[in-house]
């Protein structure tokens, strides 16, 4: 088991990464957690992990809610819902969600504990790859407005991340691969032997090669706990991790969150974050390739061709709404350096997208 | 004009405090305002006061928000329409909401600040006493759940507070009675010179002396920003605010929140914890008669016939659902001297509650 800090002062928490930690009780009675429980979860995952966890917590007071699965259950009635639950079951401030599940049961749960008598504690129990090594760490959580994403949350730092590799076990081959594109992010923007480790290990990783996948989610939480710990507001560094999302997120709105995965659309946007960094003047020609290269190896899409490269500018917030705010785009000097650019010229961008998209 | 600050490290904020502020152009000049505002207020704060501060923030991009008047405004679906009102206005992380009302207006825009894109910046503009005096100074935000008030929330800190004194003209008598319950509260927990000041003043206050308001305005954002800039997340010393309020919530459940303001509560439940510090020795007959003469002299009711004491009892968390937790109260070792007690014992609480109650 290993063993990392976020450090945060006095909101400093441990993540605990190693394989079949659910049902260790060496796992739970490390953790400082509360009588009173209540644990958050989506009905897919309950399936697989909900009786072993609940037997492993067998000793507290414990009662479970499950949403259905999918973004639809990131919504405000959902926290509501959530809030019932803990009403339900009797809980004061020093009661304790557990969020069970991948990103949207970590954004929801934790946004619900940030809420909850104006704050109480959460753990994060995160069962897919991309909350392994992204969304469970770093304290941001939320839910969704019909007219976009996360618009409506909170900063609220877990008390503890337990990741379980043994829950990708259960894991379609598609949603790992969507977890891959953070992993990419990760290293693209703060390490460039972590890219290179990438480059050799990521058939190993497609086919779920424990030690592989234990060392890629350490160095993921690793990096994102050092940006957290220096600027977990983002005011500034923190940013960075938003690499390929300015694109990926442009996607995902023009086909309504409904085709493309998050991570998948993160993948085409990192390939597309690179295209315009070698425009800039930054990137090699070769970087770009290897950037390419890896995201089509993760098995991730590297272009857009049935997105028209004009509806994509649109959906990239430039639109009447904001049309006094300048796009924001994360771009890389080289691998493993990334940095913020505010002033990218529209001919240039469109230049980009012309190059994925229709 | 008199300001304050609220000392919270880079958190803190100024509180103007003033005769016609609201129509002043240094107010608003003064302030770190955003271009992009919205203004919540409710339907009869709008009546007597929109026009004017819109007229004040010409020079802003500004659109106005308001709810219906009534604790019937403080729930999540009325926070989802505030976020609403800030997506059709373009709201981007530099927007800024202004709290226009009284404590329900300021709790609502409190939260929904909080809460769209984790967090954007409020201005804290109370045109009620009870507002002015201990709502509005703090960062306590949030919305009630049908099972209980208060239950989803947040501490959020506002940018600013802005005290115009000549918003209580158009305040009700009732209104103002209710206010000046908790400004007995606070001088009861910290400061005996001022409760001797408002034992001479209560008729000025309740004639709207301009002076004596501002005087007592003054006197309780002063105590309250200390006690909240010592303790802002109520871990021990900011518990004392709650002084007369477990009785006054308990007064408040028994009877549906409909009947009774909550500062009329507050001020029975005043001689209730001055009463029960009689009966475990601290306070003098005399302490409680000068406490229940203050409260009747402010036009406030100091008992509570109509209600039964084994009901308040009940109403005071002392249900199957919180069964494990202690009741707690803050009581008074004398005038200006409060204190956390947790071991009030159910005899000596029914004696206190038969003494006031049917």
């Known amino acids: 088991m290993i063993r990392l800090d976020v450090a945060l002062g006095t909101r400093s928490y441990p993540i605990q990464i190693g394989s079949g930690l659910l049902d260790l009780d060496a796992t739970w009675s490390a953790l400082p957690l509360s009588r009173k429980l209540l644990v958050v979860t989506d009905d897919n995952v309950a399936q697989h992990y909900a009786d072993m966890v609940l037997a492993a917590l067998r000793d507290h007071d414990v009662a479970l809610h499950s949403v259905e699965p999918g973004e639809g259950s990131k919504q405000l009635s959902q926290v509501a819902r959530v809030i019932d639950a803990l009403i339900a079951h009797g809980s004061r401030r020093d009661a304790m969600l557990i969020a069970l599940g991948g990103g949207v049961v970590g954004d929801l749960t934790g946004f619900a504990a940030a809420c909850y008598l104006r704050g109480i504690a959460f753990v994060q129990v995160p069962t897919t790859l991309l909350a392994q090594v992204d969304s469970s760490v770093g304290g941001k959580t939320g839910v969704n407005h019909p007219q976009g994403k996360n618009l409506i949350g909170a900063f609220h730092q877990p008390a503890a991340v337990v990741i379980d590799t043994r829950t990708l076990d259960t894991l379609s081959d598609r949603e790992l691969s969507a977890g891959l594109a953070e992993v990419i992010k990760t290293a693209l923007l703060a390490d460039a032997h972590f890219f290179a480790w990438l ?9 779920r090669d424990a030690d592989a996948l234990a060392h890629a989610i350490r ?15 983002e005011r500034g560094e923190r940013m960075l991790l938003n690499l390929g999302h300015t694109f990926g997120h442009a996607i995902e709105s023009v086909t309504g969150y409904a085709q493309w995965l998050h991570g998948e659309a993160v993948g085409t946007g990192l390939v597309m974050a690179a295209d315009l960094s070698r425009r800039r003047g930054h990137l090699s020609d070769d970087d770009v390739a290897r950037v390419r290269d890896l995201v089509h190896a993760a098995g991730l899409p590297t272009d857009a061709r049935a997105l028209s490269a004009d509806e994509v500018c649109r959906a990239m917030g430039h639109d009447k709404k904001f049309q006094h705010d300048r796009r924001r785009f994360i771009l890389l000097h080289e691998p493993g350096r990334a940095f913020v650019a505010d002033d990218v010229q529209q001919p240039m961008l469109m230049n980009c997208l012309a190059e994925f998209c229709a």
Chains 1, 2 share one sequence.
């Open 199 to 207: 480059e050799e290990h990521m058939s190993a990783l497609r086919a």
């Open 219 to 233: 160095r993921c939480c690793e990096i994102k706990a050092d940006v957290v710990s220096r600027d977990e507001r």
